[in-house]
């Protein structure tokens, strides 16, 4: 039988990618024109031409890598704390309904609570190296695993669970076969939201107490008004967010197609 649906175009396939290229272009086009009637003072504010050439020279010179290579250690160390003690957390919550109800009052509270303002207090107990960094990211990033493996185990289909038993199965066989891939959507969902969070906490460590890394290259570009540079870092954060983001969408789609468009 002849496959008589009609194939896609190029910018058809690739619409979101193009009409979210197209509305970054637009918004650094209105920038930069912006400039074209107002008045310029590089002590306040810089333009995208600028900025992009301070961005080659960062990335020429390797400072750029450099200070996101150190940035990149305790991010990593504390977001994968974040996904392992979340979701552990997050699955006994939800499974353990006692435990949910002691657990959910203390959760909310930290979650709802400015923890940022507590970045310094960190950095006195454990230092500025690796560590302080770490726990700052960890304890940003870890409440949405919390909360999104504690909902996608209250969501699990009981009846599932209860052909498990039915058939003999042990507490670990609901664990494996039943809880754990339920939940897997709602992990992937809550990492997105982990990503932003733990990138914040990057920088707000570094801000505070550090010596290297792109938090603090930040910061010292803005104490010499080097705003073009500042802004090259800002959007250098800015863009590993939306590539850590789209992985993640991506990793989520390739595991579960059937939930592309919901």
């Given at each position: 039988?002849?496959?008589?649906?009609?194939?896609?175009?190029?910018?058809?396939?690739?619409?979101?990618l193009l009409l979210?290229?197209?509305?970054?272009?637009?918004?650094?086009?209105?920038?930069?024109?912006?400039?074209?009637?107002?008045?310029?003072?590089?002590?306040?504010?810089?333009?995208?031409?600028?900025?992009?050439?301070?961005?080659?020279?960062?990335?020429?010179?390797?400072?750029l890598f450099r200070?996101?290579?150190?940035?990149?250690?305790?991010?990593?160390?504390?977001?994968?704390?974040?996904?392992?003690?979340?979701?552990?957390?997050?699955?006994?919550?939800?499974?353990?309904?006692?435990?949910?109800?002691?657990?959910?009052?203390?959760?909310?509270?930290?979650?709802?609570?400015?923890?940022?303002?507590?970045?310094?207090?960190?950095?006195?107990?454990?230092?500025?190296?690796?560590?302080?960094?770490?726990?700052?990211?960890?304890?940003?990033?870890?409440f949405p695993f919390?909360?999104?493996?504690?909902?996608?185990?209250?969501?699990?289909?009981?009846?599932?669970?209860?052909?498990?038993?039915?058939?003999?199965?042990?507490?670990?066989?609901?664990?494996?076969?039943?809880?754990?891939?339920?939940?897997?959507?709602?992990?992937?969902?809550?990492?997105?939201?982990?990503?932003?969070?733990?990138?914040?906490?990057?920088?707000?460590?570094?801000?505070?107490?550090?010596?290297?890394?792109?938090?603090?290259?930040?910061?010292?570009?803005?104490?010499?008004?080097?705003?073009?540079?500042?802004?090259?870092?800002?959007?250098?954060?800015?863009?590993?967010?939306?590539?850590?983001?789209?992985?993640?969408?991506?990793?989520?789609?390739?595991?579960?197609?059937?939930?592309?468009?919901?």
């Amino acid at each position: 039988m002849d496959d008589t649906a009609p194939h896609l175009g190029f910018a058809e396939r690739n619409r979101k990618l193009l009409l979210g290229g197209l509305s970054v272009a637009l918004f650094l086009a209105a920038w930069q024109a912006v400039f074209l009637f107002v008045p310029f003072d590089p002590l306040f504010i810089s333009k995208p031409n600028l900025i992009a050439a301070s961005l080659v020279d960062m990335i020429a010179s390797g400072d750029l890598f450099r200070d996101l290579a150190v940035s990149a250690v305790p991010f990593v160390y504390g977001f994968t704390a974040a996904v392992v003690v979340g979701v552990s957390v997050g699955i006994v919550m939800g499974w353990r309904v006692r435990v949910g109800y002691a657990l959910d009052p203390l959760m909310t509270v930290f979650y709802a609570s400015p923890l940022v303002a507590l970045a310094p207090l960190v950095i006195v107990f454990f230092g500025v190296g690796v560590a302080g960094k770490a726990i700052i990211i960890f304890v940003l990033a870890v409440f949405p695993f919390i909360f999104n493996a504690y909902a996608g185990v209250r969501a699990v289909d009981r009846l599932l669970i209860n052909v498990v038993r039915s058939l003999g199965g042990s507490e670990k066989d609901l664990y494996l076969k039943v809880i754990v891939p339920s939940v897997l959507p709602y992990i992937v969902a809550g990492a997105r939201i982990a990503v932003g969070r733990g990138l914040i906490g990057v920088l707000v460590g570094e801000f505070f107490a550090a010596s290297e890394g792109i938090g603090f290259a930040i910061a010292r570009f803005g104490d010499l008004f080097a705003l073009d540079k500042m802004f090259a870092c800002i959007l250098t954060i800015m863009v590993i967010a939306v590539v850590l983001t789209e992985g993640i969408r991506w990793a989520e789609r390739t595991a579960f197609p059937w939930r592309i468009g919901q």
